[in-house]
């Protein structure tokens, strides 16, 4: 038996935080609306995309126009060439909606991704103006009606903008926002199909797949500072 004077349980702690035990309450859109930071920084992402969109046509047009370097490619100078422009797109656009409904109940990661697929714009733009390439022998033109009408909107097919992969670094890119779980995995297997397809399409070099991920990584690194915490 214990003595009459010990307590049956012991005391709280004066430093104890009950409220460090509940679990934080999530970070929804009425709650990131609420966040003066939030609603600026996204406001303010959104009008520098739709700016950027803007300009793009009249730069890519200008990529196509001026000469560049022809690289020589191993691996694409065995790989017979085929148009797999369907499957191309068909796993880019299923990887879009399946990032974006995951990403649109969750403003934290929405805002996050939004500034980083941002950066990578810009990086690309950077990466294309430092190094005008030709396109790889034995291209097979890749056709998008959306983003042909949309972004390109040139007279001739644009086939310069190859370094680096765009279509790559756009699903590996919600590949790392997107919460840990199958929707990750889902998304990282469509990467690699991407790269590998515009490989078998002949537009893009290796060199242009392979250099994706580091340029992903650096946009998503920079995003960080951008975005608002959920904390």
Known sequence: ????????????????????????????????WRRPAFRARLGLVLGLLLGLASQLP??????????GHLLPDPLLA????????????????????????????????????LWAYLLLHLLRCG???????????????????????????APAPITKDLFFSGHTATLLLLA?????????????????????????QHAHYTYDVLAAPLFVWLAWQGSRRLSVSSE
């Open 1 to 32: 038996m214990l003595p009459p004077d010990f307590p049956a349980s012991a005391p709280p702690s004066p430093t104890a935080n009950p409220a460090a035990d509940v679990a934080a309450p999530p970070f929804t859109w009425p709650a990131a």
């Open 58 to 67: 009249r730069y890519f047009a200008w990529v196509q126009a001026r000469p």
């Open 78 to 113: 065995r790989l017979p060439a085929h148009d797999v422009s369907r499957a191309i797109f068909a796993v880019i656009y299923a990887g879009i909606a399946l990032g974006m409904t995951t990403l649109l109940p969750r403003p934290a990661r929405l805002l996050r991704a």
């Open 127 to 153: 990466t294309l103006w430092l190094l005008p390439l030709e396109p790889p022998s034995g291209l097979v033109l890749l056709r998008d009606p959306l983003v042909d009408a949309l972004i390109y909107a």
């Open 176 to 200: 790392l926002a997107v919460p840990p779980g199958w929707r990750r995995q889902a998304l990282l297997a469509g990467t690699v199909a991407v790269g590998a397809l515009v490989l078998v």
